[in-house]
């Protein structure tokens, strides 16, 4: 067979082929290609709808600032001691301190006694009686009818214990985690608990009228010297003047040279000025309320889609707090001005009351909804002590604003 009539036969045998065979199988399997997919394509099955009768909820609360009350400050009592003796065992020295000076004990060279060793060491006076380590600050403690007598002062404030001050609060936020079972398939009456934290701060910070008490005493200068005077006052460049006091030398090249104090109070007196005090009160509360509540909830249906949730019951409030106080009494003194060092107490205590709650419900879904409503809660006053002072809240009436969100299961 020529090679020309062979090639003719085969492009004939591979058309034939193509027409019956290759183009039917691609039409096909063009044609069933969106059956394929279709057969593959995941089907959507909705969620059953809640059959457990049982609703969580999330909400963050609101509390609007409670009532708070500070009583018992503005009372500055005197130093609890203003004196000390030597004391070889601990170290300590002889000393008086006074609100405007003191007095200390001074100490002699050691090179001048018998046995004294080179160096700057050196040794208590054997002057028992005075002492040249004397401080004062003003020119009006030098008595003007006896010009070699320093007055020293011991001062304290006396505030009424009647005196109520209203502490500074905002509110705050919290948050709230509740459970309700119901009880009956229609979801309209059930069961809810509920617990919940939330935490506020109060502050005070004035001043406070008081009487002014007064402790007097006079020194006398040794031999009667004349009390030395205030070094120069000192002026700087911006005009303004200060007054440095006037420190008597500790240490002494003499057992009777310089300037001596007597350390026996010639004389003392007291004195109680009416009003004649300015306190300065700081005040600081912290707290933090955590609460359980439980009981009957109804919520009545509005349309699909709305509902409106109304509960009561009791809860127990479990209430602790952080007090702190300050207290300075405002003197024009050069030196440091009597105060009341901070001191904070901490104490907690339970409380039983109840609450009524009021909330709007839209279900997105059958099981998700979104809330806002207004819970009032009642107890009792909380009150913590400082020392004699006091921090008063009154939680008799608790008002909360909230929104959240509700999972049905």
Known sequence: MPWSTFIELSLVNFTYIHKRVALPLLAAGILGLPTIVMA?????VPPP??????????????????????????????????????????????VISYDDGELRQDYISATLVEGGVEGGDVVPSSNTDATSAFIY????????????????????????????????????MGWELSYTKYLNQRRNLGVQVGFSFTGFDSRFNDTID???????????????????????????????????????????EDVNSGDLLVWLAAEESENLIPEGATVDSRADLRSSVYNVRAGPTYSLGIGQRFAVNLGAGVSALYV???????????????????????TT??????????????????????????????????????????EEREATVDFSSQIYVHAGLGIRF
């Open 345 to 386: 107490t901490q104490d907690a205590e339970w409380q039983v009351g109840g609450y009524v709650d009021a909330s709007a419900n839209y279900f997105l879904t059958e099981r998700i909804n979104l809330f806002s409503g207004m819970q009032v809660q009642s107890g009792s006053s909380y009150t913590q002590m400082n």
């Open 49 to 94: 709808p809640p059959t457990k009768h049982v609703t969580l909820e999330l909400r963050l609360r609101y509390l609007f600032a409670p009532d708070i009350e500070f009583g018992n400050f503005g009372s500055i009592p005197l130093q609890d001691s203003y004196t000390r003796e030597n004391n070889i065992f601990t170290g300590e020295e002889r």
């Open 210 to 252: 008081a009487d002014l008490y007064v402790q007097e005493f006079r020194h006398q200068m040794a031999n009667g010297a004349v009390v030395p005077d205030l070094p120069d006052p000192v002026e700087d460049a911006d005009g303004n003047i200060t007054q440095d006091p006037y420190v008597g030398d500790q240490i002494r």
């Open 320 to 342: 602790s707090g952080r007090f702190s106080a300050y207290e300075m009494l405002m003197l024009d003194l050069e030196g440091e001005n009597p105060s009341r060092a901070l």
């Open 40 to 44: 593959q394509a995941p089907k959507y």
């Open 137 to 172: 600050f003003n020119e009006e403690q030098v008595d003007p009818d006896d010009p070699s007598a320093l007055l020293f002062h011991r001062y304290a404030a006396l505030s009424p214990a009647d005196v109520v001050l209203d502490g500074s609060g905002s509110g705050s």
